[in-house]
């Protein structure tokens, strides 16, 4: 009988969830015992583990693909391109000029909009695109770190998108309602929209540990409620007094984030980027130190792999399932804070925009790991800010980085699709080895 590790040490790396996953006995069910699903839930992660356990060149060669599939796309919306395909056969050589100047153009601009603008009269004007990519970065970073928890340990967070708004309606609260001291106020905002994404992401996690549901069909029913009640609270006057418009009073100012930029360090800069980017920085710092250094996320990594195995080593599964629910809502609601008390610094309808659903995106992207997380939700930050200059410059439909966005989960979501293209050798295949030439024995 082979001995087990119940304290569940962290080593710094993920050898623990090999362990895990060779402890698992072959055919064993993973019944929790009334606290969770009774099917083979340690099946289950391995979908993810295909997806997240690729390289980084897996992710930018992805990326690579989408942004050149994404440029022909621009150039068949082009009118020049279509005007010069239709003499094709006479002269090739115009379509294939259109097609490459629709295509340089329209990245060109976009990169002129999300990382530096070298055609601005002043040199703040010059850098002002790459402090845009990061503001829109902020919810993207925060939101993906709590996806990619849930990732690690095996889980489906499809739910960021309503935990953002319920961290952003208690933030909102308490950045307007309460007449506080300076940093103290700002601090009970950031820990009040903490705690409302903390709660939403909760409650399907205590769903799934005690009665087995399933958290992608509960995160999102929990979305929707998330959307039906920020309209109902936005009509009460607690919210909305005297007002007609979806938009709450504005955030007390010692309740928002200082600019990092400010006005007397840099007069007429003109940033938006504030304090919640530094946020974003120790919140990656903090979740890399939780997954790769402590219990907890040796725990969470190692459900992640095989369940039955974890539980086998005597670790509560459905527990870490609630934790790591907790903790990714709590990251959705600093997101939420980012939104609320540094960009919008009030309440809106549309506080969320998409940035729960891109986050998946991002969290795929980042291979759910903290920093591949923090570095891709740049890179999506910087399409979004870039978009914008884009459909100004060529006419581009903005919704053309959607169609990137997409591209990046397809491509992300299918490895073996992007080794073919690229022709890279599978990791998984073991290689053939040539066999040895036959010796001779020497005869006297």
Partial sequence: ???????????????????????APPGETGVSGGHGPTHREHERPTVLHQI???????????????????????????????????????????????TWTSMTE??????????????????????????ESMVFSIPLILAGLGIAVGFRAGLFNIGAQGQIIVGAIVAAWLGFHFDLPPVIHLLVAILGGLIGGAVWGGIPGVLKARFGANEVIVTIMLNYIAVYLITYILKQPAFNPGRTGQRSPAIAADATYPLLVPQWLWPGNGFRLHWGFVVAILATVLVWWLMERSTVGFEIRAVGANPAAARTAGMSVGRTTIITMVIAGALAGLAAGGQVMGTERSLTAGVAASFGFDAITVALLGRSRPWGTFFAGLLFGALKAGGFLMQSLTATPIDIVLV??????????????????FRLPDPGRPRRRRAAPATTEATA
Avoid: C
Avoid at 1 to 23: C, F, I, K, L, Y
Avoid at 84 to 93: L, N
Avoid at 106 to 131: C, L, Q
Avoid at 404 to 421: C, D, E, G, T, Y
């Fill in 1 to 23: 009988m082979s001995e087990h590790n119940p304290s569940g040490r962290p080593t710094g790396s993920d050898a623990g969830e090999e362990q895990a996953v060779a402890a």
């Fill in 52 to 98: 997240l356990s690729g390289s980084a060149l897996m992710s930018v060669l992805a990326v690579v693909l989408a942004l050149l599939i994404g440029g022909f796309l621009i150039a068949f919306a082009d009118q020049d391109v279509r005007e010069a395909s239709g003499y094709f056969f006479a002269r090739p050589t115009d379509t294939l000029s259109a």
């Fill in 106 to 131: 329209a990245y060109i601009a976009m990169f002129r909009g999300s990382v530096f603008d070298w055609r601005a009269d002043t040199f703040a004007g010059m850098v002002k695109p790459f402090t």
């Fill in 404 to 421: 990137v966005q997409s591209l990046i989960v397809l491509l992300i979501a299918a490895p073996p699709l992007v080794r073919s293209i």
